[in-house]
């Protein structure tokens, strides 16, 4: 499950829901509070996404141990379980799992099916190998750890998995939306399982201040905006028991599929609509 969710609680907030989003706990006034449940249900529609696309969408790190060929060209071709490959940190190869060649950080080269061609030479044995692989894949979903204000660049961000040098990505703040590109000269640090805050050094400087949690995202908008109606979903309460959708139906509330009545489920279907186009075939 992501650290934080696709979509942050402010983002939401400032999406036209038209939804109450001052009483999600029933008799507690806090504001503070009232986000932290906004931010739990976010998260959960985030984990929804995952699961319509049978892997994370968030940047991650995967080990795999799978089986390839390499080609006449001497070519490693490997095809990986999560997509969008962003990039290649280790792999280990070879026709019996007693003798491996291992190569760090691999000139590795994805095409536009999500194959991977690791060059290995000539001279390596041709036909089917064993692999073990260690890449990056998914889309960059991050925040802020610290505040950054115009002229800055570089921006402090809590989890750096997936992002490259050079790469465009997409602040998020409400009424400072802007796109940032990364310095083509940083060197991302190895992904580990531990998060730490990490600089981000950008190749021009942003043009907006953005607060400490603001949403910084490689992922595309159409599939934001299916976390979105998924949370709408989840969020559209009926005003009455008479009015619930589900009394003779074998639907959930956390499951709202196609349904004819007006409770959401137009959100749900259009949300699996553009999910579906990402999902992971398995």
């Not at 038209?18 to 999600?24: A, F, G, P, Q, W």
């Not at 000139?107 to 000539?122: E, F, K, L, M, S």
Request: net charge negative.
């Amino acid at each position: 499950m992501a650290a934080t969710p696709y979509v942050t609680a402010e983002e939401f907030r400032a999406h036209p829901t038209y939804l109450d989003l001052d009483t999600l706990r029933s008799g507690i006034m806090d504001p503070d509070a009232q986000t932290a449940e906004l931010t739990n249900v976010l998260l959960m529609a985030s984990a929804w996404a995952d699961t319509v696309c049978n892997q994370p969408l968030g940047a991650h790190r995967v080990d795999l141990s799978t089986q390839g060929r390499i080609d006449y060209d001497g070519h490693l071709v490997l095809f990986p379980s999560d997509r969008p490959v962003l990039s290649v940190a280790a792999v280990s190869y070879g026709s019996t799992l007693s003798r491996m060649t291992y190569q760090a950080a691999p000139a590795a080269r994805v095409d536009t099916n999500q194959t991977i061609y690791i060059p290995v030479g000539r001279t390596a044995v041709r036909g089917r190998v064993w692999a073990d692989i260690t890449y990056t894949a998914g889309w960059v979903s991050t925040v802020l750890t610290d505040t950054a204000g115009p002229g800055d660049t570089f921006l402090t961000v809590g989890d750096a998995t997936g992002i490259l040098p050079g790469a465009r990505y997409r602040l998020w703040s409400p009424g400072a939306e802007e796109t940032v590109t990364v310095s083509p000269a940083w060197t991302p640090p190895a992904v580990t399982a531990a998060l730490t805050a990490v600089t981000v050094p950008l190749a021009a400087p942003i043009v907006h201040a953005h607060t400490s949690g603001a949403g910084l995202s490689g992922m595309p908008a159409d599939m934001r905006l299916a976390v979105i109606n998924y949370t709408i979903a989840q969020l559209m309460r009926p005003d009455t028991a008479a009015e619930d959708s589900y009394p003779d139906t074998s639907l959930s509330p956390g499951t709202r599929q196609q349904d004819s009545r007006k409770d959401g489920s137009g959100l749900v279907a259009e949300a699996e609509r553009i999910l579906n186009s990402y999902a992971r075939r398995m």
